[in-house]
Every structure is written in C-alpha cells, then in structure tokens.
C-alpha cells in the first residue's frame, strides 16, 4: 500500500526554485532515503511533505488523499511525524514535556503516558530524566529525543531530516542502530541522509537528488553488489 | 518608616494593575509576535461593559464583562488578526493599529465622546487599618485579585496540556504545529486570556477613575508596552516585574519629589527607565532573541 505519493512537487523560495518538480512515494514499511549534496532541494522536500512550506505546484497524497493544502498539524494528526534537521527540540520545556506535546497529535482520549513509555524503551536513557529543561540535553540527546517525541504521535511515517548531521560516529552507531529497530518493527521511514554509507545500510531504496531534481533512483542491495560505487560513496573498496 | 510601608503597599497595587494590562499584551507578544494596540480598546470596551450592566448586580455585572470583551478579543483574532498570520511584526501592527481606531470610532459614535461616570465598587471605598497602615479595601481586592491570576496563568502555563502547547508555540510556532499543536486553538486561547486581563484591568481602572471615554484604553496600553520593555521582552513573568518595577518608580518618585519638581513625575520616570535601559537593554530580566512564555 502507497503511504506517500509526491508528484511533481516545485518549491521555490522568492525567485529561487529550491524543488523543480520531485516525485516519489513510500510504501508502507519501506524505509526510503533521500541522498544528496547540499542545495538539492532535500530539506525543502521534506518540509512541503509536511506542509512547513508552500508548494508552487505538484501535490502530496496521504493514503491515496490529496494533503497539498493541509495544516502541518492536520498532517500529524494523520499519522506523519516530522524531525527537522534542527531536531526542534523545544528548550524551555522539559524533556517530559516535549515528549507530550507530541501527545497532541494522538486522538482525543488516547493515553499519552502510554505512548511515552513505548517511546523511552527505544531511548532508555531519557527516561530517569524528564523532568530536566531540554536545553540541558547534547547534540545526540536532542536527537533522541526529538525522534522519541516523533513516536509519542504513534507515526505511521517517520520523517527524518539530516538526523546524523552534526553527531560523533559513536553517537551515530546508536542513532542507526535505533533507527533499524524501528524498521524492523514495521515502521515507515522517510529520511533525507547526506551519509551515503549509513543510508544505504538502513534503506531500502535510495533517491539522488541534485538540483531540485531527482537524478537517480537506486536499490542499496544493488549499489552494494557495484564495485564503482562502493569506491566512489562508501569508501569501501 | 509606616510612610514608605504606605507607599509599597500603592505601588503594590498599581503595579497590580499594569501586571495585567502588561501580561495582556506579553502573552499575544509571545505566541504570535503580535503588539496589539488594540488591546487598550478591549480594556475600553471593558469599561463600558460595566455601564451597560450597571442595572445589574456587580459580580453579575462583571462577570457579563469579562465575558464580552473575551467575546471582543475572539471576534479580533478570528475577523481581524487571523489572516495576517505569520505576517511580518509591521503587518500585525499596522492591523492592530487600524482595529483600534476602527473600534474606538465605533464605540465614539455610540457613547459620544463626553466622559461618562460610572460607580463601581463604590463599597470597597472605605479603608482597613492594617499594622497600623490604612489600606483602602480596594487596593487589597487588587493585589489578591491578580495575585490569583498571575499564580493561575503560571498554573495553567505550567501543569495544563494547552499551557504547553502555548509555551512551545511561543518558542517555535512552525515545529509546534508539525507536532500537532493546533494553531487556532492555542491563538484563540491567548487572544481569550488576553481579554479577561483586559476586563478584570478595565475593572480596576473604572473602580480606580470612575471616568469612561473611548480613547481610555490609550494610556493603559503604553504603560503596558513600557512595563514589557522595562521587565525584559519575550518573559511573561518578566513583563509582570517590569509592571511593578514601574509602578513602584512612579509611587515613590510621586511620595518624595519636592514639590517644585513634582510636575516632572512622569518625565523622571520615563529617565529613570532610560537608564534601567541603558545598562539592561534587553530589559532587567530580558536576554538578547528570547521571546518565550
């Protein structure tokens, strides 16, 4: 079953044309990985798939309906949960609080402490702390917790922008292996990664984007298999 | 030494009632970057709600009030305000500006311009002996009055699912909203918190003049726009400092000016914040881009 189906999606910013046009969709239970260098238009995808920018034209379909004109909090509601590449992690509230608010997406009457619980067993560590102010937290731990906060909302797609950006390898390892637990249990993740290594590990179809448009549509288990490109991106020889 | 005890307990009062009218404008501030000078016509409206219901018991009378400027300030943000949502600050307060001449021209043709007289809380005229101080009645409603409303909002702000969402929302509207947090409701919210300051302030005032016109909600507004300024932009609790911190300026500089300077009061404390400003620019408890709740 088709989750999301962008089509020909333009974003442009004032006379700059960020997005020229993307289309590609996610099925349920894929994980599916946006790659490419800064300026493609990636960030800008993933904020029109959320409704954070206007798109000039192209549409976003939800589970077959058109979204292209939903508030980005309808769109949670409807079961998409977003990370910016900032995290957006909400400093002046508690990392309880944070958590929670996610809550807000849930449908009136549903248990938000629930959800909390499910969400700290993926990030234990948060656990004996929510009630410290989120400003306290590091790089890696803003991360964990905006991904925890994202599955508080109890997602049908995850959508991840630049999650290893500005994170030490070690932290990196725990950050993917989290994230492949999540694939494993069935979650739908939608993600923009400019480590080309780690996405194609954790994805299993790859999107190349370069300027505003989308270049190439590779599966990893293939990219792996060709000796040029593991050269050439992974690094591996 | 019972003379400056005298004195706090004015300023305590005072600085009660721009807490209110500050914190009005400081929550609307903080969520949507909104200086509404139209708040100082919710504050009118106030005041001439109460004539309207003069008929009326008085906690009656206040009650139907604070319900039709809440219904006032709804009525702004869904007319008014909500389509220039995300607009730049100048676009916000250019429409507040235009609502509050607008409002204020329709409650002149209306009332007429003449001052009216209204009596409210006429009984709490009288004064107690506390401590060897004599405390009118009514400077202690005020103090309790908003005390319980300031403490209230901190409750409601701190302990409530919605006072989260506004606090998030005035840190980060856009990544409030992608959570989930619904822009209208906690817009609404604020513009509805913001009303009943306005009214319970317009109470006070009225209680405090005993005059009605409809350009009163002018002078309000700046002292409130002052007391943001002066506590430290982006703060509620710091707007409420900057409230009192002024009102105790004012007090003092009023209780112990010669006479011959008396005149000066105002211009002295509008010095006196100058210089508060110079060596806090950002207010005594602001920081540099914090605008939070």
């Given amino acids: ?237 | 030494m019972s003379a400056v005890a005298q004195n706090l307990v004015n300023a305590l009062s005072l600085g009660s009632l721009y807490a209110l009218i500050a914190l009005g404008i400081a929550l609307l501030f903080s969520i949507m970057g909104l200086i509404n000078f139209a708040h100082g016509e919710l504050i009118m409206i106030g005041g001439y709600a109460l004539l309207w219901f003069a008929a009326l018991p008085f906690a009656l009378a206040a009650v139907l009030a604070v319900a039709v400027v809440i219904g006032c300030g709804l009525a702004m943000e869904r007319l008014a305000f909500r389509s220039v949502r995300g607009a730049s600050g100048e676009t916000l307060l250019m429409t507040s500006f235009a609502l509050s001449l607008f409002i204020q021209g329709g409650v002149l043709l209306f009332e007429g311009a003449n001052p009216k007289s209204a009596d409210v809380l006429g009984s709490l005229g009288a004064s107690v002996e506390v401590a060897g101080l004599s405390i009118g009645k009514l400077d202690i409603t005020i103090i309790g009055v908003t005390a319980v409303l300031l403490l209230g909002l901190a409750w409601f702000l701190r302990r409530t699912s919605l006072g989260v969402q506004m606090r998030a929302a005035a840190e980060d509207f856009r990544m409030a909203r992608a959570l989930g947090v619904r822009a209208n409701l906690v817009v609404a919210t604020a513009f509805g918190v913001s009303g009943a300051f306005a009214a319970i302030a317009a109470i006070f005032l009225v209680a405090s003049t005993g005059t009605l016109t409809p350009s009163m909600g002018l002078s309000p507004v700046l002292v409130g726009f002052v007391a943001i300024m002066l506590g430290g932009l982006g703060r509620l609790w710091a707007a409420a400092l900057g409230a009192y911190v002024l009102a105790l300026l004012s007090v003092m500089l009023q209780a112990y000016l010669p006479d011959g300077v008396a005149p000066y009061r105002d211009a002295l404390v509008y010095l006196g914040i100058v210089v508060i400003l110079v060596f806090r620019p950002h207010g005594i408890a602001g920081r540099p881009g914090a605008v939070r709740v």
Wanted: hydrophobic letters at 45%; glycine letters at 10%.
């Fill in chain 1, 1 to 237: 079953m088709t989750l999301l189906e962008v089509s020909g999606l333009h974003v442009s910013y004032g006379p700059i044309d960020a997005v020229k046009g993307v289309s590609l969709s996610v099925e349920r239970g894929d994980v599916v990985a946006i790659v490419g260098p800064n300026g493609a238009g990636k960030s800008s995808t993933m904020l029109a798939i959320q409704g954070l920018v206007r798109t000039r034209s192209g549409s976003v379909r939800w589970r077959g309906t058109d979204i292209t004109g939903w508030t980005p909090e309808r769109r949670a509601r409807a079961g998409i949960s977003f990370v910016p590449e900032s995290r957006g992690v909400f400093r002046t509230l508690s990392i309880g609080e944070n958590l929670r608010l996610a809550g807000c997406a849930l449908a009136t009457g549903a248990d938000v402490s629930e959800r909390v619980q499910l969400a700290l067993r993926h990030f234990p560590a948060l656990a004996d702390r929510l009630s410290e102010r989120a400003a306290v937290l590091s790089g890696g731990e803003c991360q964990q917790l905006a991904i925890g906060r994202a599955l508080v909302a109890a997602p049908e797609l995850l959508v991840l922008d630049e999650p290893s950006l500005g994170l030490a390898p070690v932290v990196l390892d725990e950050l993917f292996a989290a994230l492949a637990a999540l694939r494993d249990e069935g979650l739908t993740i939608l993600l923009v990664e400019q480590n080309v290594a780690r996405a194609v590990k954790l994805a299993d179809h790859l999107f190349s984007l370069r300027g505003g448009v989308i270049e190439r549509v590779d599966e990893p288990d293939e990219l792996l298999r060709n000796p040029s490109y593991r050269a050439k991106h992974l690094g591996m020889g």
